[in-house]
């Protein structure tokens, strides 16, 4: 019983376990408990990479009597590591806690959460629902990664009766969002729209970093990305969660934009040290420096000239948009002459690392000059693109079409050091249509 009067109570509880952005679900008089599980939409799409997850492939589904069935499309879990939390901050942990795609519904629903729990909420406990009345889940990713969660019910929590109401995460959604440090109703997207309109109406900004609060000035060469986030507020780190009001912030000034850097996990790469394959499969630095390297851009449906690999998307049907069992599904880079695979990156693989960081992401341009005493200084677009709700099999198929594709940049420097850079990327004159294809809701923002 956690007895919370006001929002302020419940946003202090949760900003003393470090979340920034949390998930509200108004959850069904007669469903959402133990026995139906918790409903959270109707796909992957902006649900699972809502919060740290591990995913994991199950087999193919068999079904054909569902209605939108997907015969032979893997199934996808996403394991939580979640707990509840009392009054007093106090965690329970549930460790059984899972994201499940049953795509022949098509749902998502998230199950196990009171299994091996020593005191869960009994207000999700199918035989006592009569008990609590109106009841509302919310959750959020603390300051350790941990997705930690709260069930406020009419009968002990004030606050139900006069919880505001809050902005969907997307149009075709069921979750809410509630910013811990914002406004009751405040949209992220249009918060993050007001603080970039102030950053670009500020002109140049110096160079500059965010190291956990500390402002400090910046010489390298991601001082573009870094100085946005210091302005911004965010801190400079590696933890795989969004920047901003739950968004994944990308500036770019190139012509090529980063999306992530997973490393392949199959093929010669996945099954052999990197020194054996920059051996097998790079060649010498064509400036002679010594080093030897392995680059190049490989898309789909394109062999390099220089490696003679393609990319390709197995255990996909184009014609008819299905993919095949999960031990077939994979991306691959393969020699078109002898057969043989240099690398390649599993379902489960590529999952993972694009459900880290890319449910919501907003991509904006930088220009840079020289500014005083030699420290870099940045001027940001005033138009931006940003998109919401992604999930793997989005990502496949901008890979089968050749709008994500691998540009790898590894190298053996002749000093015997070592560089592992495998960049997947898209050209940023292809930034529109490649976040129509990566996200269900993709618009243009001029300020």
């Known amino acids: 019983m956690l007895g919370i009067t ?29 026995k139906n599980q918790i409903y959270l939409g ?40 979640f707990a509840w939390l009392g009054g007093n901050g106090a965690r329970y ?3 059984n806690t899972r994201i499940i795609d049953y795509f022949q519904y098509p749902e998502v629903r998230m199950s196990g959460f009171l299994n091996g729990c020593e005191a869960g909420p009994d207000a999700l406990r199918r035989r006592l629902l009569g008990e609590f009345g109106r009841r509302i889940l919310v959750m959020g990713t603390a300051f350790d990664g941990k997705v930690v969660g709260v069930v406020l019910t009419e009968r002990d929590d004030p606050l139900v009766a006069e919880f505001p109401d809050l902005p969907l995460v ?6 809410r969002v509630l910013l811990v440090d914002g406004e009751a109703g405040a949209d992220p997207a249009e918060l993050l729209r007001h603080e970039l309109a102030a950053i670009v109406q500020g002109g140049w900004h110096s160079s500059r970093i ?22 911004l507020g965010v801190a400079a780190n590696a933890k795989k969660a969004p920047d ?28 052999h040290n990197f020194r054996e394959f920059m051996e097998r499969f790079g060649h010498p630095a064509v400036n002679g420096d ?46 078109v002459e002898t057969g043989e695979v240099a690398a390649a990156w599993s379902l489960e693989k590529l999952a993972n690392c694009w459900n880290a960081k890319h449910a919501s992401a907003l991509y904006i341009t930088f220009r840079s000059r020289e500014g005083e005493g030699g420290l870099a200084e940045y001027q940001y677009s005033p138009t931006w693109v940003q998109g919401r709700g992604t999930d793997v099999w989005r990502l496949l ?40 294809l990566l996200y269900a809701e993709a618009t243009t923002v001029t300020v």
């Open 290 to 335: 010594g080093s030897r390297r392995f680059t190049g851009l490989h898309k789909s449906g394109t062999v390099n000239a220089k490696t003679g690999l393609e990319l390709r998307l197995t255990g996909y049907d184009r014609e008819e948009d299905r993919f095949g069992d999960a031990a077939e599904v994979s991306v691959q880079l393969w020699h």
């Open 244 to 271: 901003r009001h739950g968004f994944e912030i990308k500036s770019f000034s190139g012509s090529r934009i980063s999306l992530m850097t997973p490393t392949p996990d199959l093929g010669f790469q996945g099954t």
């Open 397 to 436: 198929r901008a890979i089968d079409r050749g709008i994500v594709f691998y540009d790898p940049a590894d190298t053996i420097y002749a000093d015997n050091r070592a560089k592992v850079r495998p960049q997947w990327r898209i050209n940023s004159s292809q930034l529109t249509q490649a976040m129509d």
């Open 93 to 95: 942990d549930a460790p």
């Open 170 to 175: 997307g149009a075709r959604g069921v979750l």
């Open 210 to 231: 965010n190291r956990g609060g500390r402002i400090e000035p910046f010489t390298g060469a991601q001082g573009g990305g870094y100085t946005l986030e210091a302005l």
């Open 6 to 34: 006001t929002l302020g109570q419940l946003q202090n509880l949760l900003r003393g376990q470090g979340v920034r952005t949390a998930y509200v679900k108004l959850l069904s008089p007669k469903q959402d408990n133990d």
């Open 42 to 81: 109707g796909g992957l799409d902006g649900v699972t990479n809502l919060f740290p997850a591990t995913i994991e492939v199950r087999s193919a589904s068999a079904s054909t009597a569902k209605r939108k069935s997907a015969v032979g499309k893997p199934k996808l879990e996403a394991k939580l590591e």
